[in-house]
């Protein structure tokens, strides 16, 4: 039941596992498609004839079976060169090319279809299993996998399922006791169930279903309790009557019915996993096609960051390039600085440059451009790139809240300092700015919480639960003086006049996979290990963690540690991948069993950078990003007086 940690060792035994799994499945595929041979590339290529091409998605998903689709090139042919170029577990967008591969025509062709039907249809379930782990992500809801696989694939399905973010429910009928209904009807009821199959087999896991509170009650009376209890195909309001019931004793999952429009409801009952056997039984298979690379497709990375060093050496100091350490490997190799949110908002008010081009996220350059001076320009390779965490917080529904606030305090502005993550809108820090609050970066969070405090008696945080919450207990306030606003049924009056920090429902659909599991496991498997998260995880992760921090500060906890040194970071992937390439000496590793990238960091590529840049070399401005006048203004008071601390 639990998901397993991530390793540098772990990842490749899952990988050995999965490969294991997939050896026979391949077999049987490349014989039912092959049969005595592709015919119709035998008679068009010579044994002799090479060939590139690029397995390209087609459209946006997560990717799974990277290794998978390796092993059907390579079970055709030895001589098939495949280079992967993204990562299980990555989110791409449409024409991401996905792997490179060289090699005999005939065979190259021959192994195509079996391939890519490996891929698209781990894809399409990894890709089905992100839409339900991001619509719950600001909930402490876990989504989970059932039995309803494609027989004989079970362990490539839930592999996939795990790229995707979700978690894996029981394998087979052999390793966990899962009590249904009928079960329950044979044995006369929930508790002689529950006896009958402790004492046949005392070592095992025990999940109970329950179809109604009665049942809940039942399973509930017994002791030791069980593992886990089932609320089978309730409703809602039954689901948080259950929660309140069970009180936190045992763990609950929902199931039944459950649709990506109905997931965030139950997630918000309170319950701690939901099972939903349609990321297996119903995902679509993921557009993925294999194309025989021309001329314009074939542009080497190299090329590419020489065309920028080119630009960039023609307009001299009128550029600078700002990149995220989330950002692709390629991209921060051409950046001029690199830095984490609050490096960069420092850079970008200290650049004299005429162009400031930001690699990052759509926030990310709405500060930079608050914070320009007349005359600069802020562009992005590509605008659409925004940011999960901070579209959970808008400035109507903020608005909303402080009018809330304004009604129990008689006026808010009296009482509480906003305070904004500076993964935000710019509309947001101008709502800081205007009632005299501030924003803040995971690096200074706590320094600017503390100012806010000095300033009125309490704090209303936005957008970031877990880093409002995590703040707030470093800087002494307890965890009951904290509350957690509900956009849709606001705290009542009582509950919300003794709160001394007010916290938005906000959350980082990256930080937000890693798991207080995650941490004991990792610890279980490597002795002395030190685990490294970013305060933007769970307290309940924050607390098992032996060091806390900014991406600023995981870098240099890496950089100033000592050889043989073993991390477990929890962080965004790119950044951890980087630290590992650059500190060989130590052992760097990921915390979770999938990797967690930022998609939206991703979509900055070389190639639309290169767009972007030459543009600009031909005097064009793609992309500018601007912040309306009054906005600005705003957001430029609440972000300069961050920078004062």
Known sequence: MSLLSYSESGANLDIEALLRAAEPLIELAVAEDMGAGDVTSQAIFSAETQVHAHIVAKAPGVVAGIPVAEAVFRRVSPAIHFVARVEDGEEVTAGTILAEVNGPARAVLAAERTALNFLQRMSGVATLTRYFVDAVACTKTVIMDTRKTIPGHRALDKYAVRMGGGVNHRMGLYDMI????????????????????????????????????????????????????????????????????????????????????????????????????????????????????????????????????????????????????????????????????????????????????????????????????????????????????????????????????????????????????????AALKAFCGQRGGLVCTSSNAERVMRAALEQRPRVFFFPDQHLGRNTALRTGIA?????????????????????????????????????????????????????????????????????????????????????????????????????????????????????????????TTLEKLVCLLEALARGEMLNEITVEAETSYWARIALERMLAL
């Open 178 to 425: 899962l009590i249904k209904d009928n079960h329950v009807e044979a044995a006369g009821g929930v508790q002689p169930a529950i006896e009958r199959v402790r004492a046949a087999c005392p070592y095992l896991p025990i999940e109970v279903e329950v179809r109604n509170l009665d049942e809940l009650r039942q399973a509930l009376a017994v002791t030791p309790p069980v593992d886990r209890i089932l609320l089978d195909n309730m409703s809602v309001e039954e689901m948080r009557q259950a929660v309140s019931i069970t009180a936190g004793r045992v763990p609950l999952e929902a199931s039944g019915g459950v649709t990506l429009g109905r997931a965030i409801e139950i997630a918000e009952t309170g319950v701690d996993c939901i099972s939903i056997g349609a990321l297996t039984h119903s995902a679509a298979a993921l557009d993925i096609s294999m194309e025989v690379a021309d001329a314009q497709h074939q542009l080497p990375q190299q090329d590419l960051a020489t065309r920028i060093a080119a630009v960039k050496a023609l307009m001299g100091n009128r550029l600078v390039i700002l990149a995220h350490h989330y950002q692709r490997d390629e991209v921060v190799t051409c950046a001029d600085f690199v830095g984490d949110s609050l490096e960069l908002a420092r850079q970008a008010a200290r650049s004299d440059a005429e162009f400031i081009v930001f690699c990052g996220v759509h926030f990310m350059a709405e500060t930079a451009a608050i914070l320009a001076r007349p005359g600069q320009h802020v562009l992005m390779p590509d605008p659409s790139a925004g940011c999960y965490l901070a579209n959970t917080a808008t400035l109507e529904a903020v608005q909303t809240a402080w009018r809330r606030l304004d009604e129990i305090f008689g006026d808010a502005v009296a009482e509480f300092t906003p305070v904004t993550y500076v993964n935000s809108a």
């Open 479 to 603: 965890l009951e003086d904290t509350l957690l606003w509900n956009k849709h049924q606001p705290p009542d009056s009582e509950a919300t006049r003794k709160a001394k920090v007010i916290l938005w429902p906000g959350a980082c659909n990256v930080h937000q996979r890693f798991r207080p599991q995650d941490v004991l496991a990792v610890r279980e498997q490597f002795l002395g290990i030190r685990v490294l998260v970013h305060p933007e995880c769970q307290r309940e992760v924050v607390e098992l963690a032996d060091d806390v921090g900014s991406t600023r500060h995981i870098i240099e906890r890496v950089q100033s540690a000592s050889p043989g040194t073993q991390w477990a970071i929890g962080t965004e992937a790119r950044l951890v991948r980087r630290l590992q390439h650059r500190h060989p000496e130590q052992r760097v590793m990921l915390l979770a069993s999938a990797p967690p990238f930022c998609r939206m960091m991703g979509q």
